[in-house]
């Protein structure tokens, strides 16, 4: 062992390469190339769909590009059906979401990461074993729950039953193991409030993990399916991706305006993904670690 | 540091830790401690009782009555009705055939690409980009865009095929369940991917280097290391991996409203069909629970095979 740690650069021999059999590593260019364009190559095919006229998708041979691409086709599905509305409806629900999961997530982490208390480990078994309790479980009473209080299609019945994630308490709880505790106890000794402490001191070291956190509750929220559907019924109170089998049911000919719809909610989370992959990866690394 | 005369106890040397302080007695600065816990742990109380374990509570009672109006107590009559109906049990054997083979596919996928991927390939960070673009893509843009690629009239599948002198198929007719795996397959190979990229990342370089002294091959190391060494990953993604496939609602709803007939009926659907369609909500509410019991039962035999002492 010598202490040059860290050799630039040096070749992993965990994967395949050349030693394995000759040409391997080229090989592995092209299947990670083809699979990697299987996998883009339909959401790009729904772009080219999303403006194609009424009679390419209508001819009975699929083409492969529009002839001219019908930029029209974008004023055409907001006047299908109030997707602008549908979209806002997405966008406040997972907002709402994404902001109590940051409020809420890293304090409850930070009491397991910090604190000793008599029935910390049960309180913690009992919030982490809701990770295993599946939705359809829970649907049901939920639904009975806020049909009672009067909370189906309503914001805070599509909010309400995601505010915190068992997930995110687990994921910050590990990170905030690692914060060193010398600030937060020289604050203390000094007066300040446990409120300051954590939301002054011990909250804005975990930034890396908070954007993990929020990017991940967001874009799941934006995706999410099942609960909008059996919470709202009304028009007003759709989110965009329960609108979007409706309207491929009410005019399933007209794939175009599906496809266009779709973009709606594929473009901007695409565009996020694409902006933040760094933060993805990450976070879906750390799902994987425990 | 005058501020220190109005903490009340630090006359002990050593500031005092929270995680640390394991003392018996009861300091006032140790019960403050406590209640600061508390006081913060509050809010998270209240929501995962009110919205997790309450209405779990909730749909244990009603699984043990005919249903939410004017319920009559039928002791174990809805499970014993689940456990031997031919429904529940084609629904339930279909979600695990769906769940094998979307993981089999999966994994070796997502395997294969990790491996490829984890040997500094050029563009990898495009690669890895691509391929996980599916995973962060809605259920239901996947669902719709697939019914109208493999549709057998307007789709560009089968146009792809003719076009070639294949014949086209009806996918959603023929091969249902396949072709449900199938986009499956397309949509999670990415995030299987990452984990098995995490997973080979954990392994220290040094144990390569030592066997490489021992004149190991390329490929003895990777049978030798690789593949053990992988081994809680993979079963992190198996177990993930049922668990998540076990609660697959979108594609049947979406994709094949279950059909043709029941052949992609898969478990939580039937689930959906039993509360809404059929509105036998006591049944129902025992099927969730049987989910339940199955989904808790794999997971504490991952609690024991993996490693995940470490968590509490």
Known sequence: MTLAARPARRRSHRGLDDRLFPGATAVSYVVAILLALACVIPLLYMISLAFQSDAEVQGGTAVLLPSTWQWGNIARVFDAAPFGRFLLNSLIVAGLITISHLVFDPMVGYVFAKFDFPLKGAIFTAILATMMIPFFVRMLPLYVMFSNAGWLNSYQGLVVPFLMDAFGIFLMRQYMISVPNELGEAARVDGASEWRIYWNIVLPQTKPALAVLGLFSFVFQMNEFIWPLIATSTEQMRVITIALPLFNKESFTQWNLTAMASLLLFVPICALFLFTQKYVVRGIAMSGIK | ?312
């Open chain 2, 1 to 312: 540091m005058s501020l220190v005369d109005t903490v009340p106890v630090v006359d002990e040397g050593t500031p005092p830790s929270p995680t640390r302080r394991q003392g018996r007695r009861v300091t006032p600065l140790r019960r403050k401690q406590i209640i600061t816990a508390y006081l913060f742990l509050i809010p998270a109380v209240v929501f995962f009782v009110a919205m997790f374990f309450y209405p779990l509570f909730n749909e244990l009672l009603t699984s043990f009555t005919s249903g939410l109006t004017d319920p009559v107590p039928v002791g174990f009559d809805n499970y014993l009705r689940a456990l031997s109906d031919p429904v529940v049990i084609h629904s339930f054997l279909v979600t695990l055939e769906y769940a094998a083979g979307s993981l089999v596919g999966s994994i070796i996928i997502g395997l294969l690409l990790a491996l490829m991927l984890n040997q500094g390939l050029r563009g990898r960070v495009v690669l890895r980009t691509m391929i996980l673009v599916p995973y962060m893509t809605s259920i239901a843009i996947v669902g719709l865009l697939w019914r109208n690629i493999l549709d057998p009239s307007v789709g560009i599948l089968n146009t792809a095929l003719h076009a070639v002198g294949l014949p086209g198929q009806e996918w959603l007719n023929t091969a249902p369940l396949q072709t449900l795996i199938g986009i499956t397959v397309w949509q999670e190979s990415g995030y299987v991917m990452m984990l098995f990229l995490a997973g080979l990342q954990a392994i220290p370089e040094e144990v390569y280097e030592a066997s490489k002294i021992d004149g190991a091959g390329v490929w003895t190391r990777f049978r030798r290391i690789t593949v053990p060494l992988l081994a809680p990953t993979t079963f992190f993604v198996l177990l993930v991996g049922v668990i998540s496939s076990m609660q697959q609602f979108g594609l049947p709803y979406i994709v094949t409203n279950g059909g043709p007939g029941d052949a992609t009926s898969l478990f939580v659907f039937q689930v959906y069909q039993e509360t809404f369609t059929n509105q036998d909500i006591g049944y129902a509410s025992a099927m969730a629970f049987l989910l339940l019991i199955f989904i808790l039962i794999l997971s504490f035999i991952q609690m024991r095979i993996g490693r995940r002492k470490d968590l509490v």
